[in-house]
C-alpha cells in the first residue's frame, strides 16, 4: 500500500442515518492506524464551503458508534450545485491541506461528489448511508436495517391496539421511489397487505384482501405503505376510501415519519459501518477515487460512483411473492 495522501477530509450529506457515526469513528480511526491526519467537515457541503472544519483523532470519536444521527451534522447546499460554489469548497480544502473526501451520503451526496471529483480531480470515496436501501452497488447501505427494526418494534405495538379495538390500521412508512422498507417490514410484521410503488395493486384488489381478511376471521388488519405508493394520492385518502366502502371497517392511520431515521444503530449497521470506513480509507491510499464502498453477497466491494447515481436497486420480487403467500 503507497501512502502518497497525508490528510482525508470526511463529511456527512443529505438525510442522516443510524450509522453515520459509526462510519466517521471508522474512517477516523483507519487514518491513525495509517498515520494519516483526518478532518472532519461540519455541515456537509455547506460547512465545506465556509471552511468550518475540525481536526479528529481516535479518541475524539469515543462512545460514538452507539449514537444515531451523525456528530458532524448534515446539511443541503444549494451554494455547492454552482461552479462557483465548489470552487470555494475545493480552494477550502485545499488551504488545510485535505487531500481527499470520504462522503457518507446518498445519490444526492454522490453525485455532488462525482462532479466535484470530474471538475477537480479531486479524489473522493462514497460510503451508502441512507435508510431506503436505494443506492445501486450495494446489497445494503448504512441505516437500513435499523430503521427496519425500528418499523417492525412500532407496528408491533400497533398491533395490540389494532387487535383491542378491532380496527384496520394503515402505517405509512418512508420511500417515496422504492418499497424496500415497506417490504421487508411488512413481511417481518406479518402485515395483512403491502403497498409499495413497484407494484400498484389497485383500489378494487385493496379491497378484496381486506374482505377476504376480515371473512376469514380477522377482526383488524395491518396494511403497511410505502409514502410513494400510487394507489392513492395520500394514505388519508386510501383511509377514506376504505371507510366509504367496507363500513364494518374501524380506519386509522399511523404515520411513522422522521422516527424511523433516529435511534441507536443495530450491530449489523455498526459492524457495516466499521467495514465500509476501512475500505474507504485504503481504497483512497491504494489511488481509488470516485468509486462507492458497497456490500455484496457479505463482501466489501467497490462500485463506480457514476453508476450507483444513475438508477436505484431493484424490489426483490422473491419477496413480493413471498408477501403474498404470507397474507393468505
Aim: with cysteine.
Amino acid at each position: 500500500m503507497t501512502k502518497k495522501i497525508k490528510k482525508i477530509g470526511v463529511m456527512t450529506s443529505g438525510g442522516d442515518a443510524p450509522g453515520m457515526n459509526a462510519a466517521i469513528r471508522s474512517v477516523v480511526r483507519t487514518c491513525a492506524f495509517h498515520d494519516i491526519e483526518c478532518v472532519g467537515i461540519y455541515r456537509g457541503y455547506e460547512g465545506m464551503i465556509e471552511g468550518d472544519f475540525t481536526l479528529l483523532n481516535a479518541r475524539s470519536v469515543n462512545n460514538i458508534i452507539n449514537k444515531g444521527g451523525t456528530f458532524l451534522k448534515s446539511a443541503r447546499s444549494k451554494e455547492f450545485m454552482t461552479k462557483e460554489g465548489r470552487q470555494k469548497a475545493c480552494l477550502q480544502l485545499k488551504s488545510v491541506g485535505i487531500e481527499a473526501l470520504v462522503l457518507i451520503g446518498g445519490d444526492g451526496t454522490f453525485t455532488g461528489g462525482m462532479i466535484f471529483n470530474q471538475e477537480f480531480d479531486f479524489p473522493v470515496i462514497g460510503i451508502p448511508g441512507t435508510i431506503d436501501n436505494d443506492i445501486l452497488g450495494t446489497n445494503f447501505t448504512l441505516g437500513y436495517d435499523t430503521a427496519l427494526n425500528t418499523i417492525v418494534e412500532a407496528i408491533d405495538k400497533i398491533r395490540d391496539t389494532a387487535s383491542s379495538h378491532k380496527r384496520l390500521f394503515f402505517v405509512e412508512v418512508m420511500g417515496r421511489d422504492v418499497g424496500h422498507i415497506a417490504l421487508n417490514a411488512g413481511v417481518g410484521a406479518g402485515a395483512e397487505e403491502i403497498l409499495v410503488p413497484e407494484e400498484n395493486l389497485g383500489l378494487d384488489r385493496l379491497l378484496e384482501s381486506l374482505k377476504k381478511s376480515k371473512n376469514s376471521g380477522k377482526s383488524s388488519s395491518i396494511v403497511v405503505v410505502a409514502e410513494g405508493d400510487k394507489i392513492g394520492k395520500n394514505v388519508f385518502e386510501l383511509k377514506d376510501y376504505v371507510e366509504e366502502n367496507l363500513p364494518d371497517y374501524e380506519v386509522r392511520v399511523s404515520v411513522l415519519g422522521h422516527m424511523q431515521r433516529g435511534g441507536p444503530p443495530s450491530c449489523y449497521d455498526r459492524v457495516l459501518a466499521s467495514r465500509m470506513g476501512v475500505k474507504a480509507v485504503e481504497s483512497l491510499l491504494d489511488g481509488k477515487t470516485s468509486y462507492m464502498v458497497g456490500i455484496i453477497n457479505n463482501k466489501i466491494e467497490l462500485y463506480p460512483i457514476d453508476k450507483a447515481v444513475k438508477g436505484h436497486s431493484d424490489i426483490d420480487t422473491e419477496l413480493l411473492r413471498v408477501s403474498d403467500i404470507m397474507t393468505t
